[in-house]
């Protein structure tokens, strides 16, 4: 069943064609070892680097999500953003698809503030539609909540920082990492061949440009988060039953980077672990 489990996924990366990269002329030398080769001017990706990545992803998410941490999706190109709209809500985590506003995690309380902005606003308009205003005040007031909740909206209900980030396309968000890696917090990356894999924590080397790529690695994340939350529901409820309905307090997690070096250090141990068992016969397509 693993086995066929693993096929399965390295059908539906093929298919998407995750494994074209970008223009030879344009890599990141540092992107070498999860390179299969050339053709045509073009670098193709190993699939058995992807695959790997893609289950260390899921893996590292899921016992994140079990442990009672959010996960937040970070994915402002054209191509991800209605690929995030569809799929992170449904599992109940958060995203940023408009624009990622500095200080979005490093001055998160501000961020609250704003979202608080938004609810009385939203408060105003459902309880007499603005008719207390002028047409002036409500005109601004209305631009303002637009704005707001164009921006925000995917994380109005991150009510604390995240457990992880998920970006895809590392060379576009490097506001979002450059936070993530001051406050300490992991990053998993759908990363292309032209970036640097310095900046992710977990990498997963694939095309980053096509849609049918994103869905399938996005779709793929959110399964783990559903089966994270699902361990999640399970485990607080052994933990009430077992303390008399108290529940089990959740052990101090150490802050700073240690978070970033614990995701790192857990994916080059269980790399192997957590390879498909027929991964050596997976053939990277090379066209």
């Known amino acids: 069943m693993a086995d066929n489990t693993g096929n399965s996924l390295v059908q539906d990366l093929i298919e998407a064609g995750i494994h074209f990269g970008q223009r030879a002329s344009g890599w990141n030398p540092k992107m070498g070892p999860y390179i299969y080769g050339k053709r045509n001017g073009i670098h193709i990706i190993d699939i058995k680097e992807t695959v790997k990545g893609l289950l260390l992803a899921k893996k590292f998410i899921n016992k994140t999500v079990a442990g009672g941490k959010d996960v937040c999706f970070v994915g402002t190109k054209r191509q991800a953003r209605t690929i995030l709209e569809q799929y992170v809500p449904d599992v109940g985590m958060h995203y940023v698809t408009e624009r990622w506003l500095g200080g979005t995690l490093t001055n998160f309380r501000t961020i609250r503030a704003r979202l608080k902005r938004l609810e009385e606003l939203e408060a105003i308009e459902a309880d007499d539609n603005f008719q207390s205003y002028s047409k002036k005040m409500e005109s601004q007031l209305r631009r303002e909540m637009r704005k707001i909740k164009r921006n925000l909206d995917g994380i109005r209900r991150m009510e604390k920082l995240p457990g992880a ?48 790529s994103i869905d399938v690695v996005v779709r793929e994340i959110c399964k783990s988060i559903a089966e994270g939350k699902q361990n999640r529901t399970e485990t607080a409820t052994a933990g009430r039953d077992a303390d008399g309905g108290q529940g089990e307090q959740a052990p101090r997690q150490r802050k700073g980077s240690s978070r970033r070096s ?26």
Not at 268 to 282: G, I, K, M, Y
Request: aromatic share 2%; glycine share 4%; proline share 8%.
């Open 262 to 287: 614990m995701a790192r250090g857990e994916a080059s141990a269980s790399a192997n672990d957590d390879a498909p068992r027929n991964a050596d016969a997976v053939t990277t397509p090379a066209e």
């Open 165 to 212: 980030l998920v970006i895809i396309d590392v060379t576009n968000e490097m506001t979002a990492i450059n936070e993530a890696r001051k406050l300490g917090i992991p990053t998993v990356c759908l990363i292309d061949t032209d970036a640097d894999p310095a900046y992710a924590d977990i990498p997963i080397p694939g095309n980053d440009d096509s849609m049918r």
